[in-house]
């Protein structure tokens, strides 16, 4: 799993505060993802990018932004944090295969709480 | 997006007994099925997966079998011991991955 580096691994933030999550990985995935774990509800995912330049969003998108300005980067950031963002994030990207299976392997996750 | 139930939330077995996990789904053009495991404070890391065109698969002590029919998947784990607890996770894919939510299993000594 060396291939996916999440930072920070944890955060405190107030509400209102911005923040952003990094995720870079040197393995030239063009899929990246990011979800959100909370208990009992599974990992949900947040944006997701198929290459440099596109975004899209997944099924819980509200009070995050992505870019992916690079191949190696996809940062995520929170524009004003809200205590219902308390979560742990994981970044994952695809080693998709030519069938199309999202074959995901996962950052080590970023503990964030809002106060 | 896909909606994928999982059951049951936990499950508590006896070392050297069997757990099975059953996640159903509703898109009929999902194609993968891969299952994740979770330790305490880890990431998920993919244990098994099966493609549509399967209906079983194994890999020593895990197996997952599917039914495209009734659109439902289930992942045994035979003789189980204490380093399967852990969290595990159902996933579909139609164009992305879609996880139910995760069933606690604890192995009893």
């Known amino acids: 799993n060396a291939g996916v580096t999440q930072t920070p691994k944890f955060q405190v933030l107030k509400t209102g505060q911005s923040m952003t999550l990094q995720c870079a990985q040197d393995?030239?995935?063009?899929?990246m993802s990011w979800y959100r774990q909370d208990p009992g509800m599974g990992l949900r995912l947040i944006h997701y990018?198929?290459?440099?330049?596109?975004?899209d969003q997944g099924e819980v998108p509200n009070g995050y932004n992505v870019s992916r300005s690079t191949t190696e980067d996809f940062p995520l950031r929170l524009l004003s944090a809200a205590p219902s963002q308390t979560s742990v994030y994981f970044c994952?990207?695809?080693?998709?295969?030519?069938?199309?299976?999202?074959?995901?392997?996962f950052g080590a996750g970023s503990r964030l709480t809002v106060l | 997006g896909e909606n994928v139930e999982q059951h049951p939330s936990t499950l508590s077995v006896q070392e050297g007994d069997s757990a099975v996990i059953k996640c159903t789904y509703s898109?009929?053009?999902?194609?993968?099925f891969p299952w994740y495991k979770q330790e305490l404070g880890k990431r998920p890391q993919l244990i098994i997966d099966?493609?549509?065109?399967?209906g079983e698969k194994k890999d020593q002590r895990i197996a997952v079998t599917l039914n495209k029919t009734a659109k439902h998947f289930s992942l045994h784990i035979t003789e189980t011991q204490p380093e399967d607890s852990a969290v595990y996770f159902c996933?579909?894919?139609?164009?992305?991955?879609?996880f139910g939510a995760g069933t606690t299993v604890t192995v009893r000594a």
């Open positions: 994952a990207i695809s080693t998709g295969d030519p069938s199309g299976a999202n074959v995901l392997t």
């Open positions: 393995m030239n995935h063009e899929y």
């Open positions: 990018s198929v290459g440099a330049g596109i975004t």
């Open positions: 898109d009929s053009a999902s194609n993968y």
């Open positions: 099966i493609r549509s065109n399967v």
């Open positions: 996933a579909v894919n139609d164009y992305k991955l879609s």
